[in-house]
């Protein structure tokens, strides 16, 4: 059910929000001064950043980012290995690549400048539709919609619609193009990314103080803090497998990179099994280990949660003598192992193993 604002209230939405805007803007890193515009490369590479990450979270990694390459060029002609090891602790690294191979095309099939519009967006490595959709409002003023979480939250809530998520989602898109504004649509869509993330947050939306209190159907009705609706949530599968702590006698460790597609692919790992679902916690196998050692298990157990499994390791541990090159690996300092660009879970690894072996 979907219940329609009077045109007159409709009409007045984005003036109102920008007002409120204007006053309570978030100053973050990314953003232009007000009246300014924005730089499209800062804008692009906090959308892939920000994507299944907080603005906190993003902040430090987006300065050091533009400290190390401080152009779309500059970022291009890095080496994607020293770009992943920035990266490492975002997660999902697929994007991490993509973000290298999108500088790369912008850098040379379009003299590093980014395309204007959202189609010609769409067609760069790592860019789809909420992207090109942020990057075409919030760097070129264009009218689009960028709808993401807190927009579907916020229109959710305006409208009053009750149909659950995910299948909301064309309605609640229509229902957010439909009041997109002509003047300031960039100014606008941060407006309602604000809004949705300090005022019509997911608990407690802070009604009073709410620039579209007057209208807001999921308010009047009393049930804005139920919006969006979500459908019962499907359990997470859990995995399991065993990973591999070897140190020499330098006090190396050894690390393998993971084949560049898949899961955390390209990214440095601690060797372990598959990770597998049938695996019986407590009697799965111990593998095949990556060098021949005294293995020993070390108490305990890694725990850590990817979007569709959460992953159970069990850790081997072993000291060996000899440090060549086997199995396709590398010898790593302990003392450097920050800037082995490790992913988290491996860095969990790493700091049960530094614990408890
Ligand atoms: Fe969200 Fe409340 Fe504003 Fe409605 S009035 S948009 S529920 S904060």
Redesign the pocket.
Known sequence: MVTPLKTASARRLPGALLDWYDRNRRHLPWRAAPGERADPYRVWLSEIMLQQTTVVTVGPYFERFLTLWPTVTDLAEARLEDVLVEWAGLGYYARARNLHKCAVVVAESHGGRFPETEAGLRELPGIGVYTAAAIGAIAFDQPATPVDGNFE??MA??HAVEAPMPGAKPLLRELAERLTPNHRPGDYAQAVMD?GAT???PRK???MI????EV?A??IAGI??S?PAKSPKKAKPTRRGTAFWCLNKDNDVFLRRRPSSGLLGGMMEIPSTEWREDADLGAFETGDPPLPARWRELPGMVRHTFTHFHLELRVMAARIEKDGAEAGGVWHPIANLGRAGLPTVMTKIARHALKHG
Request: net charge positive.
């Open positions: 939250r916020v809530r305006l809004l005022v019509c947050t939306p802070k009604c709410c620039p579209w209190s807001c999921g308010r804005a803090e919006l």
